[in-house]
């Protein structure tokens, strides 16, 4: 047999080599499926000959290889039929087959089974069940296989059936997140995918209705162009993965980021200069898996009404529409060609009757087809403006109608600059959605403030809004925010001036208007304020402050920064850049309220607040002199009373300590631990610090690097790590055990460790860039770096400052998923030199590199 394995496993691998040739040169996906299962028949009827299986069994493919088709690297799942159990010498037999076709080389999923096993089987497995209705001759008993299928036939529930893959396909869609748009979507598995056109189909032959798309259009379940749209798309989904197989040698049905640009350039999208080609291909998969996602719903819709048939008694909503055992119907076919304002009007009513489940699938279908009929001319028809206006003001499903309006295209009908980023990717390593889902997520993030059952998520943003007039003025720039991303140039200013036409166009007051236009602009500039500069300088807050003018616009940019940040990743937002915004919004509220920023007022706010808690302890009157009396102003001003009188606390009595003392303790945001570092100043005392972080795969947050006048170092770093939640109390104990003796241990610091990137990072690299420049003052050097993300990233910025006598001031860590954008305030005598900063930032480029 180990001759014939090697002759057959020679023959299929030549002739799979030739077939995927061919496909090559003519791109027909069809071809390539039916000619690699053609080839595999052979091979496994030779194989079967060759081992001498009884013509009493049958050989049977099951499952993708039983339709017909065979993916390059796809399984080659097969079921061996027999009459009764197999004795021992042709269990034997078996065993050999099943041998020899692992060593042709063939990924073999089989089972042995008998009839009544595979009824058995089938009645508590719906995969089993699925995989039967798909079985398919290969070779050995033509009778007992047709047997089997009289068998399955007669015990097949249509109805259940239909259940029970419907709820299997909405477990499938929940592992992903139930959207088509992933950045790397599963082309077979993910919501809009080959699976979803598969469900159709099996569902459809099980209950009789037909098996392929144009015998479900003979049956009016589809219309003939329905049928063409999805023989179209199920054609692409199939070429994708081909390639997919081909590209990666192995079976691969995610579209990675690292083959996207090659895949893109086998359909012959190229590079411009505002976009990749793997984005023109994305967005191009995107709207088939949209397209596909919204006639599967029509389908699995009407195939449902034909398995479980109810009485329908219309019950008239107005003129134009009737509910129909919950859903929505149109009263006439021509309702929406007749009355295209109803198309907008549709959502409208669903919005504002949470009783209706959805649309009928004759609905869906009437508005798919009339979407072409908004035009210019639908867009500025009052009724139609008044009507989208009255979608945002509605009271409640204004997320649900807006993700309906873009799944029907209805949005990006409407709003056309809107359909032109729908389904684009976004590279920047921190949204991890498609623009316009972004765009809905942040929609929903600021409407989810308005809603009660959700104030104890972030109870801050629920008090502004709560007192906010017109909230629906923020679903408006929260819709055109990133409206402009991939058209080159500056989308915030390229958004406003959209925001801008469409207020004019709706006839929004001059204010209203302003202030839309405005949040669009500077929609980034709170979160960049409050991450990057340094919020105890009143310069800083009176410039903010001047931009924003009043307390409206503060509130309204602080939800929709919020809101954006939130809407990004699940990874981006974080407590620390909570408070961060947070104590920017408070500090410019003062000043908007004719507070004038003052140092020496703050000053005193939080020595009186910090002295306050103090008391609680039971401390003397005088226990903070010693310490407080070495601190400078930044040094009150940079930390909250609360840490202030923590540190005071704990350093108590250690004014001098001739050893390390480190203190941690959860940190008052609610995540991370904050961790006080005190000791007599040395050089190398960041680098070493971050050194011993590194090692323990910590995040650092935040650092605040204070030189007290007695030259002890009193820094502070905000840090995080995955597990703090579950065991905080060893992991506090054991830093401020460890830290004090590696701090205290005089061993020179090892080389920083260059990390592997991560997988994205790899695909869509950074170029590093390093910013040294003198503040406004001219008292210190702001250095701002960016770079992909790495571990020990950090540790090796400061073992270069560290090198060249660098003194650091502040650090503010920003990590924006897989990106970071770091601000350090720093001084030294090297930065008074011309070649030697420039050497600084070249050895900071190269520490940036991997």
Not at 67 to 73: I, Y
Not at 411 to 438: A, C, E, K, S, W
Not at 497 to 506: L, T
Not at 575 to 593: C, H, M, P, Q, S
């Amino acid at each position: 047999m180990a001759s014939l394995a090697l002759t057959l496993k020679e023959k299929l691998k030549s002739e799979r080599l030739k077939l995927i040739a061919q496909f090559e040169l003519d791109g027909k996906p069809e071809a390539l499926l039916t000619n690699l299962c053609k080839s595999v028949d052979a091979v496994l009827a030779e194989a079967w000959t060759g081992c001498g299986l009884p013509a009493s069994a049958a050989l049977v493919a099951v499952g993708g290889y039983g339709r017909g088709e065979l993916f390059p690297h796809s399984d080659v799942d097969v079921l061996i039929l027999l009459e009764s159990a197999p004795g021992p010498a042709l269990q034997a037999k078996l065993e050999e087959l099943v041998q020899t076709l692992w060593d042709i080389g063939l990924e073999i999923g089989h089972s042995i089974r008998t009839i009544p096993e595979c009824l058995s089987e089938a009645a508590a497995d719906i995969t089993v069940q699925t995989s039967l209705l798909e079985a398919r001759l290969v070779t050995g008993n033509r009778k007992l296989f047709r047997f089997l299928q009289e068998r399955c036939s007669a015990a097949m529930q249509p109805l259940a059936f239909f259940q029970a893959k419907i709820l299997e396909m909405r477990q499938r869609h929940a592992k992903y997140d139930d959207t088509p748009y992933s950045l790397e979507p599963n082309c077979k598995e993910s919501p809009g995918g080959l699976r979803d056109l598969q469900v159709i189909l099996w569902v459809a032959k099980a209950a009789g209705l037909g098996d392929s798309w144009r015998k479900l259009a003979q049956r009016g379940l589809i219309t003939s162009v329905e049928a063409r749209q999805l023989v179209q798309k199920e054609r692409a989904f199939k070429d994708i993965r081909i390639r997919l197989h081909i590209l990666t040698n192995r079976r691969e049905d995610r579209l990675v980021f690292d083959v996207q640009t090659a895949i893109a350039e086998k359909f012959g999208f190229s590079t411009t200069e505002t976009r990749r080609a793997s984005e023109y291909l994305m967005q191009r998969y995107y709207w088939a898996a949209k397209a596909v996602t919204q006639l599967n719903a029509i389908l699995l819709q009407n195939i449902g009404a034909q398995l479980l048939p109810m009485p329908s008694v219309p019950v008239p909503i107005n003129p134009r529409f009737n509910e129909i055992n919950g859903f929505i119907d149109i009263a006439r076919e021509d309702t929406f060609l007749t009355t295209p304002s109803s198309m907008l009007e549709v959502f409208l009513l669903l919005a504002e009757n949470s009783l209706l489940q959805g649309m009928t699938a004759r609905t869906m279908r009437a508005l798919w087809h009339a979407r072409l009929k908004i035009d210019a001319a639908f867009r500025r028809d009052p009724v139609n403006k008044a009507l989208f206006l009255d979608i945002l003001r509605s009271p409640q499903g204004i997320t649900h109608a807006l993700r309906n309006m873009n799944q029907t295209s209805i949005l990006g009908r409407y709003l056309p600059n809107f359909r032109r980023i729908v389904g684009q990717m976004q590279h920047d390593l921190f949204h991890v959605y498609t623009v316009d889902q972004h765009i809905l997520m942040v929609v929903r993030n600021v409407r989810r403030f308005t809603m009660p059952e959700h104030s104890h998520e972030y109870p801050f943003c629920s008090q502004l809004i709560a007192n906010f007039s017109r909230p629906w003025l923020l679903y408006i720039a929260a819709l055109f925010h990133d409206i402009a991303k991939g058209r080159g140039g500056d989308h915030s200013k390229l958004g406003m001036a959209d925001a801008e036409k469409f207020c004019r166009d709706h006839g929004l007051s001059k204010e209203d208007t302003e202030l839309i236009v405005f949040l669009v602009e500077h929609h980034l500039t709170m979160s960049q304020t409050a991450q990057k500069q340094d919020l105890s300088d009143p310069a800083v807050i009176q410039t903010f402050a001047a931009l924003v003018k009043d307390e409206r616009h503060l509130t309204a940019l602080y939800l929709l920064t919020v809101s954006d940040i939130r809407g990004t990743s699940p990874k981006v937002w974080n407590a620390w850049k909570g408070k961060l915004l947070e104590d920017l919004y408070r500090i410019t509220l003062r000043v908007l309220g004719g507070e004038a920023p003052s140092a020496d007022r703050e000053l005193k706010n939080r020595q009186q607040a910090a002295l306050a808690t103090l008391r609680l302890y039971g401390l003397p009157a005088d226990a903070h002199e010693q310490l407080w009396n070495h601190l400078d102003v930044a040094y009150f001003l940079r930390h909250d009373a609360s840490d202030i009188a923590w540190q005071t606390r704990a350093l108590y009595g250690k004014f001098d300590s001739p050893v390390p003392v480190v203190k941690c303790r959860l940190a008052t945001i609610g995540e991370g631990l904050q961790v006080t570092v005190y000791l007599k100043d040395q050089p190398d005392l960041f680098a070493r610090t971050c050194s011993y972080f590194d090692q323990k795969n910590f995040s650092i947050l935040d650092a605040k690097i204070h030189t007290t006048r007695h030259g002890y170092a009193l820094d502070t770093f905000l840090v995080t790590e995955p597990n703090f939640a579950n065991n905080y109390r060893d992991i506090i104990s054991l830093i401020e055990h460890e830290l004090t003796q590696f701090l205290t241990s005089a061993e020179p610091l090892q080389a920083p460790t260059r990390g592997r990137l991560s997988r994205l990072s790899r695909t869509f690299p950074i170029t590093p860039a390093v910013d040294l420049r003198p503040d406004e003052r001219g008292q210190y050097y702001l250095l701002t770096i960016s770079a992909n993300d790495r571990n020990g990233l950090l540790y090796s910025i400061a073992s270069v400052l560290a090198r060249y006598r660098v003194s650091l001031h502040t650090a503010k860590i920003m990590t924006l998923g897989e990106r970071v954008e770091d601000v350090f305030l720093v001084d030294g005598p090297t930065l008074n030199n011309a070649r030697s900063q420039i050497q600084l930032e070249t050895d900071l480029l190269d520490a940036l590199r991997v």
